[in-house]
C-alpha cells in the first residue's frame, strides 16, 4: 500500500478549478520537501510544483505559474495543489511525491530525486 494517496481529481471544464490533496502516511512528514507531478497520455511525467518542509518555499513549472498554488498542513500530514483557471492542456495523472531528506530547501525537479509516490488521480479538463 502506498504511503501516499491522492484525492481530488474529476472532471472539470475550462476555466474552472479543483483541488488535489495528499496524504502521506509513513515517516515524518513534517521534515520533507514534497512535490506535485503529472504525466499526460503519450508524455513524460513532469515536475509541477514543489513545496519545502516549512512551507516558507515553493517552486512551479512555468506552465502553471499564477495558476495553481501548492499548500501543505504539516499537523495533518496533508499537501495541497489548488489548480486555478484549467486548461485542457492541464489533463494528466496527477501524482504527489516526497524527497525525504529531513529539513532540505533545495526542491527537486527530477522525478528520480523523489523517494515515495502516490498512485494518481486523473485531472480531466473539457474544452
Known amino acids: 500500500q502506498s504511503q501516499l494517496v491522492e484525492s481530488g481529481g474529476g472532471l472539470v471544464q475550462a476555466g474552472g478549478s479543483l483541488r488535489l490533496a495528499c496524504t502521506f502516511s509513513e515517516g515524518v512528514f513534517s521534515q520533507y520537501i514534497m512535490g506535485w507531478f503529472r504525466q499526460a497520455p503519450g508524455k513524460e511525467r513532469e515536475f509541477v510544483a514543489g513545496?519545502?518542509?516549512?512551507?516558507?518555499?515553493?517552486n512551479y513549472a512555468d506552465a502553471v505559474k499564477g495558476r495553481f498554488a501548492i499548500s501543505r498542513d504539516n499537523a495533518k500530514n496533508t499537501v495541497f495543489l489548488q489548480m486555478n483557471s484549467l486548461k485542457a492542456e492541464d489533463t494528466a495523472v496527477y501524482y504527489c511525491?516526497?524527497?525525504?531528506?529531513?529539513?532540505?530547501?533545495?526542491?527537486?525537479?527530477?522525478?528520480?530525486?523523489?523517494?515515495?509516490w502516490g498512485q494518481g488521480t486523473q485531472v480531466t479538463v473539457s474544452s
Open positions: 513545496i519545502t518542509w516549512s512551507g516558507r518555499t515553493t
Open positions: 511525491a516526497a524527497d525525504k531528506r529531513s529539513y532540505s530547501i533545495n526542491i527537486r525537479l527530477k522525478e528520480e530525486e523523489y523517494d515515495a
